[in-house]
């Protein structure tokens, strides 16, 4: 049956969440966006307190998707510091053996805050990941990594701080192309891997995205995720790439709803605004009586219920083991390119309110563009819409 | 729980429907285009269907199915792909019917619903547009006015489907300035039928300009009777009805020029192959599937009977700028065939262009 209603159990995620987005995140929103790449500690100590309760973040369902969509109305550079596997636990979720998930993962809520993160775009490489050059040679019982990867969402954290895991994208065989390219773990503290660069960005300041450089770096043979052969079944698709972007399926949805939550923050200020200023919105009017105004708040107000309603379709399909690359697809793109439209848009009716820091909508505008390039730009994901919309492989739509 | 598949009765409804637009429908609609005539066969095979009558109770004669705005939208959907015209056609008499069903009074159903479960094609209607710049179906032109016994009208309608075929037409007019149904049955003195009207799109389907002059009712043939009726909910379903038709329109355009552009070749290979035209087919298709969950959620407001004005009014704007962007695009990656009425591309935009106007047109 058709049904738009959550669960009771979603509605109080959804509320516990939007509690903590108001009083953990709202307040120091501001504060941790003008001081880039310091360390929202305290933050960091309470959410952990959260997960290690089981309250809090995790999973890839309906459930932390609408999660993530409240904590990032909060702050989606803030939410970004999250404890949590991240990126790299999905991989591992999604392609580890039942050792390596409880090797890297097991005990994964003891001890300190632990962040993951996948490390995958490097400086000659982003959307194209099949031209990845960082290397995996086997010696022995370990694989020697070489090479460098930028735009790690969360890499230093995860590096630095002990327990962390960050899944690394290698070709362990350049001449076989897209058949060569394996994922491994790389732990916190493994010689040889070191952060190198703190980037700074447009937006999501509170959030570390970083270089982080592979030089001779040796990790144990059994740390590869997936089978280590390189089968040439066809040139075009193997088994191992395949899940990597199988990973995308399962994360691009939340990454969808991470930038919901941003976008609805804009709605909201703008909605609020306007209500303290004694301007209804008249739905149903006619077009032709509608204000340039009502007619922009309703734009944004549909481009946000569309992209949520994708999201939750893709996540849907999850949930019922159905596949959803083309629905998750459609999800990120349509979220991206919606929010980043949304907060722009927001800044352009709020005029001096929207443009000035003493306000976060300008912060928003900024945080919001992140959601239409990472976890595939938005034109990627139309690529992926396009290709499965016209039955074509990689090499019929390039 | 949130679920995005329809029950298996309406999944069977869907089915139905499907191969009914695809079997019957898609052979005629460019016929009946031209001609302006759809076949009296077709829509008999639709009436046997019982879209409209399976939701009437039986106490009436009906088979008393559930009415559900969501299975209305799946079924709009789905005849729309196969012609608007025809959609609109064979679902006119539920513009009559449905707020009787919902809102009308004891009277009124007993009265009005026994002739709609019939084997055959019952035509009844509605008439809200009004013909001038700045209609608003809130502040109508139209005017009912009460003299204790019953009503006088005065006021022109336009777009009035089937209007001269139609035996009960429901026409809203503004009562002391709020905006109310009435039964006018045919043969009223002062309900004047102009002529058909002719339109840039839905050409198949006949509407007409309808006059009331001093045209006086009983009082008792007020929609609802005493308590009058719910007109915003009437319009949100009209609202879900549009943006679902909206939705089977764009599906029919998307689905031809993409099959066309993994056909066409350009420079030795399909225009397909290019992200211009490949990009053009995404977006259109992620507009679809984003627009109909809009109306789906909204059907299932109205199901639930809850306030439902932002929900369908917004998918119903979205719905109007998508559904031209869609069928647009689609006469675009035709090209110049796209512009040829060999092609249907250019039927789809004609129809396309007119869901701004076609406010009480259908109904869930």
Redesign the interface.
Known sequence: MIDFEFTPEQKEAVEAAHKIAEELFRPISRYYDEHEHESPQELIDKLWEKRREGSLFGGLDITAALRAEEVCWGDAGLYLCVPSPGLGGAAIFATGTKEQLQRFLGNYNEGGPKWGAMAMTETGCGSDTSAISTTAVRDGDEWVLNGEKIFVTCGKRAMENPEGVVVVWATVDKSAGRAGMKSFVVQAGTPGARVEKMEKKLGIKANDTVTIVFDNCRIPYENILGSPEVRKIDKTETAGFKKAMATFDATRPIVAAMALGVGRAALDFVKETLEKEGIKIHYGLPRQKLTALERDVMDMEANYKAAKLLTLRSLWMMSQLLPNNLEASMAKAKAGLAVTKITQKAVELMGPLGYSRKYLLEKWMRDAKINDIFEGTGQINMLVVARRVLDYSRDQLK | ???????EE?QMIVNMVKQFASDEVRKVYRECDESGEIPARIVDTAWKLGLVSTSIPEEYGGLGGEHSA?TGALIAEELAWGDLSVAMHILCPALFVYPILEMGTEEQKKKFLPAFCDENYKAATAALIEPR??????SLSTTARSDGKGYMFKGDKCYVPLAADADLLLVYAAENGSSQGFIIEKGTKGLEIGEREENMGIKALATYEVSLKDCRIPKDNRLGGDKGCDF?RI?NCS?VALSAMAVGVARAAFEYS?DY??ERIAFGEPI??R?AI??M???M???I???R??A??AA??LDRKEEA???????K??A?DMVIMVTDRAVQILGGHGYIRDHPVELWLRNGRGF?TF?GMAIV
């Open positions: 729980m949130i679920s995005f598949s329809p029950t309406q969501i710049f700045g209609f608003d179906t809130y915003e319009m609202r993409r552009a993994k397909a192959a992200q490949a990009f087919l995404a977006e298709a992620i507009e599937d984003a627009t969950l809009m789906w959620e299932w407001k004005t932002k929900e369908s009014s917004v998918v704007t979205y109007d701004t406010d």
